[in-house]
């Protein structure tokens, strides 16, 4: 374990500590103690922040994701298809299964093979078991001029290929660890504890870094033929009837047949790996792995909270935030968080310049006025004002001069922001009446005349008689 040849520190870190505690127990051991040397020093932290050596995966572009999204349509819609007309076909009592130990012609048409098939499948018979025992329906699945066992599974059962846009798309939604996807349980499923049948939760259960479970929720009844809750409805068809086949009771959600007509589940995201990479050829697509939709997950919920970190750790189930912010932060998460931080500490140091005559922190208040200087106005950019006194790169504080202010804007349709231009001119009407003359006529008479010229008379009559009906908190004096 070094940093020139051997393992890499992170790697060698468990080996280390079972070697370490295989000699533990030994020592203990009344029989063999004698064997090790007494004197044995143990790294307590063999693995020396090795997290730090690894390359963590980024989020995925939109275009590649819509990408993937629509090659995995354009798959599920024939493997839909096909489910959907197995399933028909096992419920048509106008199809009739014949002698089993009939000849293969009996089974040519190819409803009959499948209920044929599906019957002889549910006593439990192996391929090889059916092909000793009807052996005119094993060979009824040999291909032309008969139907093919392929073809037959695939009108039957998810496939180890065809259940790969299934298994993307879920990820994409969930953004689970990839083993813990793959171990999806039905036992696991239930009803929201909220909306109960209307929606559902899917636990998933990880191991790595401690045992811990995290929960899901997805919408049933979707009117979007691929949307998280129809494809688990499907999987709920299809996967739990192919459960059946697979040894030791399986409960596993992602269930599929293989091409000789034996079943399995993915045991880790590694047995994955192959399949997906046929999917990638197959399609042209960019490489990617499970791990970068759970990167991407994080970077959406980071989207949507403004960067909280504390919600990114929720969606992802971490212990603690320290983790998220270790190895689930895009370059464009810092960025959006240091800047959030900035635009706050120049909201602040704008509040006590000007004395806290420009209060933004009100909740309701839209973002765009939460940026202007005056009550009422939206500022097309506060960072760059043009108005005399003002610094590029600092927030602007001219309070009660956007109506002379080219980036000023208002919203015609509220009578809130009406209201709100109404208290500025009767604050400047007041104004007139004890501020130096030279001074009211060079700095405030500009903006009253553009206030009562342009801005209030942009408002309709019907706006501006309910703005005159509402109790609106009194703003700063003019000065």
């Known amino acids: 374990m070094n940093d020139v040849d051997g393992l890499a520190y992170i790697t060698a870190a468990p080996i280390y500590n079972l070697v370490k505690g295989l000699i533990e127990f030994v020592k203990s051991s009344e029989e063999f103690a004698h064997l090790v040397p007494q004197i044995i020093e143990f790294d307590p932290n063999p693995s020396r922040k090795g997290y730090r050596d690894i390359k963590h995966v980024p989020g995925l572009p939109e275009a590649h994701l819509v990408a993937i999204r629509r090659a995995c349509f354009s798959e599920l819609e024939v493997t839909f298809d096909q489910l959907e007309k197995g399933l028909s076909i096992l419920e048509d009592d106008q199809i009739n299964v014949p002698d089993l130990e009939s000849d293969a012609v009996a089974f040519k048409q190819f409803e009959v093979c499948i209920k044929a098939y599906d019957f002889v499948a549910s006593l439990g018979l192996t391929m090889a078991e059916i092909s000793q025992r009807y052996p005119g329906l094993r060979r009824s699945m040999n291909g032309q001029p008969y139907p093919n066992l392929q073809t037959v599974l695939k009108h039957l059962h998810f496939t180890r290929r065809s259940i790969v846009p299934v298994v993307l798309l879920l990820q994409m939604h969930f953004s689970y660890e990839p083993d813990t996807l793959m171990n999806l349980d039905w036992?696991?499923?239930?009803?929201?504890?909220?909306?109960?049948?209307?929606?559902?939760?899917?636990?998933?259960e990880k191991y790595r870094g401690g045992y811990s479970r995290k929960s899901k929720p997805y919408v049933r009844g979707d009117k979007r033929r691929f949307s998280p809750g129809n494809l688990i409805e499907m999987l709920?068809?299809?996967?739990?009837?192919?459960?059946?086949?697979?040894?030791?009771?399986?409960?596993?959600?992602?269930?599929?047949?293989?091409?000789?007509?034996?079943?399995?589940?993915?045991?880790?995201?590694?047995?994955?790996?192959?399949?997906?990479?046929?999917?990638?050829?197959?399609?042209?697509?960019?490489?990617?792995?499970?791990?970068?939709?759970?990167?991407?997950?994080?970077?959406?919920?980071?989207?949507?909270?403004?960067?909280?970190?504390?919600?990114?750790?929720?969606?992802?189930?971490?212990?603690?935030?320290?983790?998220?912010?270790?190895?689930?932060?895009?370059?464009?998460?810092?960025?959006r968080r240091a800047e959030q931080l900035a635009h706050t500490?120049?909201?602040?140091?704008?509040?006590?310049?000007?004395?806290?005559?420009?209060?933004?922190?009100?909740?309701?208040?839209?973002?765009?006025?939460?940026?202007?200087?005056?009550?009422?106005?939206?500022?097309?950019?506060?960072?760059?004002?043009p108005l005399s006194g003002q610094s590029k790169g600092e927030l602007c504080s001219a309070f009660g001069l956007c109506p002379t202010c080219p980036l000023a804007q208002v919203d015609k349709s509220s009578a809130k922001d009406c209201a709100r231009l109404i208290q500025v001119r009767d604050r400047l009407v007041d104004a007139r009446k004890i501020l130096d003359p030279a001074r009211w006529k060079t700095r405030w008479a500009p903006v009253l005349n553009a206030l009562e010229e342009i801005w209030l008379p942009a408002f309709s009559s019907t706006i501006t008689k309910s703005a005159s009906q509402l109790a609106m908190p009194p703003i700063p004096e003019i000065e």
């Open 345 to 385: 500490q120049n909201v602040r140091v704008r509040r006590i310049k000007t004395a806290g005559k420009i209060e933004t922190r009100g909740a309701s208040l839209p973002l765009g006025q939460r940026l202007a200087a005056t009550v009422g106005f939206y500022c097309l950019d506060p960072y760059d004002s």
């Open 187 to 204: 036992k696991l499923e239930e009803d929201s504890f909220l909306y109960g049948s209307r929606r559902g939760k899917l636990t998933g």
């Open 236 to 335: 709920r068809l299809i996967s739990t009837k192919t459960a059946r086949y697979v040894p030791r009771d399986c409960t596993r959600i992602f269930c599929f047949a293989r091409r000789d007509g034996t079943f399995g589940t993915f045991p880790t995201s590694s047995h994955f790996s192959p399949v997906l990479y046929e999917f990638i050829e197959e399609h042209g697509l960019p490489d990617f792995i499970l791990s970068n939709f759970r990167k991407t997950g994080s970077d959406i919920v980071a989207n949507v909270s403004g960067g909280d970190v504390a919600e990114q750790k929720e969606w992802l189930g971490h212990e603690t935030v320290a983790t998220t912010m270790k190895s689930y932060q895009s370059a464009t998460s810092v960025a």
